[in-house]
Nanobody, 124 residues
């Protein structure tokens, strides 16, 4: 059974950085399509960045050039490095795992397992 646990959220000022981590069950990295989603209050959950089983990455236009997704198979962990943060990045961030055959930017409905989320708050 795949389990996902996010950490690293917090409150920072605009322009700052945070690194989110998603600890996974052993064997998850490299066998699942991994995605970071976020959901702001009153808004729909949206995909932020994803990485496939071969390491290919995709980003939402709103975070390109500022966020970087990565994964470490040896540590069973996926990361989201977030730089140049903006108030509009404020949201609860979730990691999710889906089947390996998913294409880039999968929808939330395609994911099999979710973490409980970590809150990111950016002040202006």
């Amino acid at each position: 059974q795949v389990q996902l646990v996010e950490s690293g959220g917090g409150s920072v000022q605009a322009g700052g950085s945070l690194r989110l981590s998603c600890a996974t069950s052993k064997g998850t990295i490299g066998t699942h399509h991994m995605v970071w989603f976020r959901q702001a209050p009153g808004k729909e959950r949206e995909g932020v960045a994803d990485i496939d089983v071969n390491g290919a990455t995709t980003y939402a236009d709103s975070v390109k050039g500022r966020f970087a997704i990565s994964q470490d198979k040896a540590k069973n962990t996926m990361y989201l490095q977030m730089n140049s943060l903006k108030p509009e990045d404020t949201a609860t961030y979730y990691c999710a795992a889906g089947p390996p055959w998913l294409g880039s930017s999968p929808a939330a409905r395609d994911m099999d397992v979710w973490g409980k989320g970590t809150l990111v708050t950016i002040s202006s």
